[in-house]
């Protein structure tokens, strides 16, 4: 079986760096997520891919077939990326994206924006209205006008807790059950989105506030540190080892997100470069996270 690209990146980068912390590094995944990631590899590949041996991984024959294929699937990539057309310094494209999800996809992707990006930059806009953007990463497919929008996969939400909060209040037994238990609720027009939503009907279920805030930094710094329970986005352990995924919840099923063009007519060779780009890193990123849920 030939493993995608995704994979196969992986791959490449653990037999590179000999081991899981310099390849998470490199890849911008800590090495809990990426050990996660490659027990998935190698049940895709129906063979054990590396062996460890005094610290370091070491590819296995199967490995080693993998690598081969990576590398060639990587210097093909890059012959295709040297033969698209240069793009000249210009304006930025602007990206509208809610802030949470942009917190939990830009580190991941950072490395394959920088080099694919080439003179392209963005602009990220994370407030509510899409006036002035280029693109949008929406939920709500867009009337059939203009550019056709880009299906870029699913994403859903989850009940999410640090092990400290765990260990000092236990796990709830529903995420409908949450009496006794403390959450962090957003404020401000963050909590009508649905995770906000939810998060307040909670409270009004019994669950005990334990801080409330507008900033989305803030909110994830204090679900992190345990200051009590939030809903985050399915995968958001992926770069914070200390969150345990505690619940799904039923109410908030997996919806798919789009890209969508916003501008007024055709998109420039700069929009559709930038949209190439996203919908390659955003893509791979909900690929991955979905298989948490």
Known sequence: MVLPWEQLRLVLAIARHGTLAGAGHALGIPPGGLETELKRVERAAGAALFVRETGR???????RS?????ERMGEEMARVERALPRMPPGPPVRLRIEEIFAAQWLPT?????ARKLENVSLELVTGR??????????ARRPAAHGEPPRELGLTAEALYASEAYLLDHGR??????LVGHRVVLLTGAHARTEAGRWLHGAARAGARVALRTDSVPVFLSAVHAGVGLGVLPVGSEELAPELVQVAALPALPPRPLYLVFRGDGRPSPRIRRATQVLEHTLGAALRRWERRA
Request: proline share 9%.
């Open 57 to 63: 991984l070491f590819p296995t024959d199967a490995g």
């Open 66 to 70: 993998a690598i081969r294929t990576g």
């Open 109 to 113: 992707a950072a490395a394959d924006l």
């Open 129 to 138: 209205s899409s006036q002035g953007v280029d693109l949008e990463v929406t």
């Open 172 to 177: 709830p037994s529903r995420p409908d059950a």
